[in-house]
């Protein structure tokens, strides 16, 4: 019923940037929270930003200054915007969302990126 599709992984070069998105659909209320992982291979999943339902963001040391996590209530889209990317970025991301009134966390299917020459 509930579905979230992420999108906007690829291949790119060090320095380079990506936008993820994680656009949800179905019977579902404004965002409250949400947040964006990632697991690389071999390696345990982390967390890597989020928000929460005031506004406030935490981010991973690791990407703090390079990524940013922001949501557009209208349409329901949540983005990780991902710049000055590195080598150790790169791992399968996945989008978890909750919404209002719902008690269930919803994810995404994950979307790869690949930071590379």
């Known amino acids: 019923q509930v579905q979230l599709v992420e999108s906007g992984g690829g291949l790119v070069q060090p320095g380079g940037s990506l936008r993820l998105s994680c656009a949800a659909s179905g019977s579902i209320f404004g965002i409250y929270d949400m947040a964006w992982y990632r697991q690389a291979p071999g390696k345990q999943r982390e967390s890597v930003a989020s928000m929460a339902g005031d506004g406030s963001t935490n981010y991973a040391d690791s990407v703090k200054g390079r990524f940013t996590i922001s949501k557009d209530n209208i349409k329901k889209v949540v983005y990780l915007q991902m710049n000055s990317l590195k080598p150790e970025d790169t791992a399968v991301y996945y989008c978890?969302?909750?919404?209002?009134?719902?008690?269930?966390?919803?994810w995404g299917q994950g979307t790869q990126v690949t930071v590379s020459l």
């Open positions: 978890s969302v909750r919404f209002f009134f719902s008690d269930v966390t919803y």
